[in-house]
């Protein structure tokens, strides 16, 4: 696949900027991938659209502020986005730095309230490891200083707002820097209605990293190369397929950083670890039968994805029509069911 198949026109100004109030009266566009087919709906009304014995796989990772805004002594700012914490030294973070010259080891990172971190290693170029100075723990800097790190195309500086819309409802273990975004329309009165209709739910864990907002820069897609990101799929969730299947329900995957997942155990067996898998169009699908997610971006492996599920001319025609009609596209945007 040429990366220029990747490619379709967002006009800017549908890029959405701000959640709106009701997370479940986001639009939703409805793509039948059998028939290509479109219709047009409200996310509230998603249990219409499902059936009983259909289940929902949740990504609950919660978004941690990963955002450092930092200073060098000599004054350069420095500005830090926390990837992950590293295996070695311990206490150490994996950071990606946004620096006018690359960070030397020992060099110090004022913050605002005079704390301080320190370079103390490079994990590979461009990715120092950054520990807290004078035996302050990370996490307490990142609870004092941390801001979210929204997406570069929110265009505004992240508000206290941020901390609770730029996170799903169910979110639990902290350790992804960005929202799985097609779980921020549900609400716990609309989890609690699908439920009372017989659509389960059920969770799993990937903490997204910088791997799925990578740019794909290869010439052929297939090229491009994913950084992995940590998953883990509970012996509970794995029950819950392993009975939707027997029974004739639907997988239905919240959201692509679910379906990598979701996929990467069904290729390896393994529930816990960490995945580089890029689904590009020509994967074979083996847990995921429909997914719920937003619209992407262009040139996107996130976008790769939904063209591998639903085809790359059926996922263009239905982005024009998501154009046309005036959806709002990006993380704070609207939705779209894959059936």
Do not use: C
């Amino acid at each position: 696949m040429r990366l220029s198949e990747l490619d379709y026109d967002l006009p800017e100004e549908l890029i959405a900027q701000e959640p709106i109030a009701d997370r479940a009266a986001a639009r939703l566009l409805v793509l039948d991938r059998r028939s290509a087919a479109v219709t047009h709906s409200r996310f509230y009304k998603l249990g219409r659209l499902l059936r009983e014995g259909d289940l929902l796989v949740l990504n609950n990772t919660r978004v941690f502020p990963a955002r450092l805004k930092t200073r060098k002594e000599s004054g350069g700012a420095v500005e830090l986005l926390l990837v992950r914490r590293a295996d070695t030294p311990p206490g150490a973070w994996i950071a990606l730095a946004r620096s006018h010259r690359t960070l030397r080891d020992g060099t110090r990172l004022l913050l605002e309230d005079g704390r301080a971190l320190r370079v103390v290693g490079q994990h590979r170029p461009g990715r120092p490891l950054v520990m807290g100075d004078a035996g302050v723990a990370m996490e307490d800097l990142i609870a004092a200083a941390g801001v979210p790190a929204l997406p570069h195309y929110i265009r505004r500086p992240p508000g206290p707002a941020d901390l609770t819309e730029y996170q799903t409802v169910y979110a639990e273990p902290a350790g992804a820097i960005a929202a799985p975004t097609a779980g921020l329309h549900f609400t716990q009165a609309l989890l609690g209605e699908l439920a009372a209709a017989g659509i389960r739910s059920t969770v799993l864990t990937l903490h997204i990293g910088p791997g799925t907002f990578t740019p794909v820069r290869a010439a052929e897609v297939e090229g491009h190369s994913m950084e992995a990101e940590w998953y883990t799929i509970p012996p509970a969730a794995l029950a819950a397929i392993d009975s939707t299947r027997r029974l004739g329900g639907r997988v239905i995957a919240v959201g692509t950083s679910s379906t990598r997942a979701l996929e990467s155990y069904a290729i390896t067996g393994d529930t816990e670890g960490f995945t580089g898998l890029f689904i590009a169009p020509g994967f074979r699908f083996k847990l995921a039968d429909a997914m719920i997610t937003n619209f992407h971006m262009p040139r996107s492996t996130v976008l790769a994805l939904v063209m591998a599920l639903a085809g790359r001319d059926a996922i263009l025609a239905a982005y024009r029509e998501a154009i046309r009609h005036r959806y709002r596209f990006l993380s704070y945007g609207d939705a779209m069911l894959i059936i």
